[in-house]
């Protein structure tokens, strides 16, 4: 008896989709095992002792002097034991840049064995606010180059450190940070050495120099020019005394003012 070639390509598809069924079905249960290996793979990587901070000595904080190790660690909040996963670089960065002080963060995580590194690059106070009357904290403590305030509490550092800026700023307004940029740069660039910046009146803006008083007048822009015109008068004290001079007006900076001391000598009486 023959089988026809219809009943010959039935037992074909069926042995065919007998195998597909198969296949399919290991393939399923390989899917699975993968998976459930790869959980428990990462569920032991995340309890391993590798991928948490423990000690303190984990975390290593770089700073330049005027913020400790310890105030940098309370700032950030750091316990130990906290998985590595959970220390966000980015959360850690805008603590730390909540700080007057600091002008840069980098943070950076390290697994096997888990680490944390945090370098802070704080700011450089270049003048010292002096007050005179209606302290606040507004008017008192640095400013850096760019005319960022910071607080009065870092002088003891400052001092350690032997960086204590010499220049001191009087009659100083937040109001005032624009322009500072500029007026530093320019008085750091005079060849005559300025000690302070009196800005308690907006209109009479004083220098305290190597040559006594400077009266600047109230216009900024000329600022270069007078420094300029600073620097011809150098030579003042061969021809008149530094105790004869009162002060120097520059507001003019074509047509400089030396104001002189009035000579209080009395003439001597003969009989």
Not at 20 to 35: D, G, M
Not at 46 to 71: D, F, K, S
Not at 197 to 204: C, H, L, N, P, T
Request: charged share 20%.
């Amino acid at each position: 008896m023959r089988t026809s070639p219809g009943a010959i390509d039935f037992r074909q598809r069926r042995q065919t989709m007998r195998r597909q069924k198969q296949w399919r079905f290991w393939l399923e249960v390989w899917q699975t095992l993968a998976s459930g290996g790869v959980t428990l793979g990462l569920g032991w990587l995340l309890v391993h002792p590798l991928w948490w901070v423990r000690e303190p000595g984990q975390i290593t904080i770089h700073t330049e002097g005027l913020l400790t190790e310890a105030q940098v660690r309370e700032l950030l909040s750091l316990e130990a034991p906290q998985p590595l996963w959970q220390l966000s670089p980015t959360v850690l960065t805008q603590k730390l840049q909540q700080q007057p002080i600091v002008a840069q963060v980098r943070v950076r995580r390290q697994g096997f064995p888990s680490r944390v590194e945090v370098w802070v690059q704080e700011r450089h106070p270049v003048a010292v606010l002096v007050c005179q009357r209606h302290c606040t904290p507004q008017n008192q403590g640095f400013l850096d180059r760019e005319g960022n305030q910071l607080g009065a509490e870092y002088a003891p550092s400052l001092r350690q450190l032997k960086r204590f800026p010499q220049l001191r700023v009087t009659g100083w307004h937040p109001t005032q940070k624009p322009l500072w940029p500029q007026v530093y740069q320019a008085v750091m660039a005079s060849p005559v050495q300025v000690t302070g910046i009196d800005w308690e009146q907006a209109g009479d803006i004083r220098l305290h120099t190597e040559l006594g008083l400077i009266r600047l007048g109230g216009n900024l822009q000329q600022l270069p020019d007078q420094l300029a015109a600073l620097d011809r008068l150098r030579n003042l004290p061969r021809q008149v005394p530094l105790n004869r001079i009162a002060a120097i007006d520059l507001s003019d900076p074509q047509a400089p003012l030396v104001e002189l001391r009035q000579d209080k000598t009395k003439p001597a009486v003969t009989n």
